[in-house]
């Protein structure tokens, strides 16, 4: 690994299935123990019911309130709060607030499609 700096593209932000824009920071394959995504949610939205196979995650929230559920947790949360989601725990996020709800999604190891697990209203 080399040093470098990336530079933040918003042009690289989707819209995900589970309701939340989605900008992948640092996903590679060649950095394994760690990713680092910014999330978006925006206002009156809740993230649908899911979890991470073998990936602790960490949400460290940056703009925006909201209600984080986790496992049975269920919180407020708002900026510079930081969320910790073991693996296997189901989740899902609200934003509560007039702004968009803004976080850093940091996975340990890094983020895989496989790894996510939509959660049916019987499984949540």
Same mark, same amino acid.
């Given at each position: 690994m080399t040093e470098e700096v990336r530079r933040y593209d918003p042009a690289r932000e989707y819209f995900t299935e589970e309701q939340c824009f989605i900008n992948e920071l640092e996903n590679? &394959?060649? /950095? /394994? @123990? +760690?990713s680092i995504a910014r999330a978006r949610v925006t206002p009156g939205v809740t993230t649908r019911w899911h979890r991470l196979s073998g990936i602790t995650e960490r949400y460290v929230i940056l703009e925006g309130t909201g209600t984080v &559920? @986790? !496992? !049975? +947790?269920?919180q407020a949360v708002g900026p510079c709060d930081v969320v910790v989601i073991p693996p296997g725990c189901r989740q899902r996020i609200r934003n509560d607030g007039d702004s968009d709800l803004v976080f850093l999604a940091i996975c340990t190891p890094r983020f895989t499609l496989e790894a996510y697990q939509e959660l049916s209203p019987s499984q949540a």
């Open positions: 590679t &394959e060649r /950095q /394994q @123990a +760690l &559920e @986790a !496992g !049975g +947790l269920k």
